[in-house]
């Protein structure tokens, strides 16, 4: 697949939206969210491949020097089943799960809280789960009204009726 297939592939657009929704309501100084598609991060680094990630505030997430090979070592845990992966990185707690919807693997979601110890990870588990639920949450609404505005577009009630009783 090349580079313009992929940037207009159902994916990448459904990964694109996903991305635009969380990073708009994301606080200033709260998590830096990163969205990997699900063939995890590119060679070459996250900024070589931006059709790959999207990070809610890229200057801060370089700045946290998370390696990409401990994004792909994230991305093997989770796609063995181990989710979500709770790891720290110097100063920085990582939490990473599957971004998916009924019928879609989006890829992963990877929330990074910096200054936060594992402890203080840990005692906040319940609701930083909570927010990797509401992320695939909007990521199958967001999914649901892309096939409701294709159907529509396209004309084809039957298809439509199919495609959401199926999800």
Request: glycine share 4%; charged share 20%.
């Amino acid at each position: 697949m090349d580079n313009y297939e992929s940037l207009l592939s159902p994916a990448f657009v459904l990964n694109e939206q996903i991305a635009r929704q969380i990073f708009e309501v994301l606080p200033e100084q709260g998590p830096i969210v990163l969205i990997m598609d699900k063939f995890g991060p590119p060679s070459g680094g996250l900024n070589k491949a931006a059709f790959a990630a999207w990070t809610s505030d890229p200057e801060e997430f370089a700045r946290l020097n998370i390696g990409e090979s401990h994004l792909k070592e994230i991305c093997a845990k989770i796609d063995d089943g181990d989710e979500p992966v709770i790891t720290q990185v110097n100063d920085c707690s990582i939490i990473a799960a599957q971004l998916e919807t009924a019928s879609s693997n989006c890829g992963y979601i990877i929330i990074t809280l910096p200054q936060y110890s594992p402890e203080s990870t840990l005692s906040n588990i319940n609701l930083i789960e909570t927010l990797l639920h509401q992320f695939n949450l909007i990521a199958r609404l967001l999914e649901q009204n892309n096939l409701l505005y294709e159907a529509k577009r396209q004309n084809h009630p039957e298809r439509l009726q199919n495609r959401i009783s199926l999800n």
